[in-house]
């Protein structure tokens, strides 16, 4: 079992600069993918972000790239989403998910731990 909780959301203007982090606990985090997912009021939950266990491979939906990053710290069992030049279209509960490696998925069926997930609300 991996518990993840995430931290970090809030309310911001558009343009600001938010890092949400996530951590995660109960197993070798290592192990595990990493995923960052969100979903705004009245939309299915989208694919953001994801990870490979080492770190080495990052992979972001189209409306992200270039503003989002996604990193991790295994000596901290932490994933990180720093996110930069915010849209209001950015707005959304922002979800951080694991599965256990090695391929990385941009499908939210595939992962099998969740966390509660934190607001990120951004304003014109």
């Known amino acids: 079992q991996v518990q993840l909780v995430e931290s970090g959301g809030g309310l911001v203007q558009t343009g600001d600069s938010l890092t949400l982090s996530c951590a995660a606990s109960?197993?070798?985090?290592?192990?595990?993918?990493m995923g960052w997912f969100r979903q705004a009021p009245g939309k299915e939950r989208e694919f953001v972000a994801t990870i490979s266990r080492s770190g080495s491979n990052t992979y972001y939906t189209d409306n992200v790239k270039g503003r989002f990053t996604i990193s991790r710290d295994n000596a901290k069992n932490t994933v990180y989403l720093q996110m930069n030049s915010l849209k209001t279209e950015d707005t959304a509960v922002y979800f951080c998910?694991?599965?256990?490696?090695?391929?990385?998925?941009?499908?939210?069926?595939?992962?099998?731990?969740w966390g509660q997930g934190t607001q990120v609300t951004v304003s014109s």
């Open positions: 109960g197993r070798t985090f290592s192990n595990y993918v």
């Open positions: 998910a694991a599965v256990r490696g090695p391929f990385t998925y941009s499908d939210a069926r595939k992962y099998d731990y």
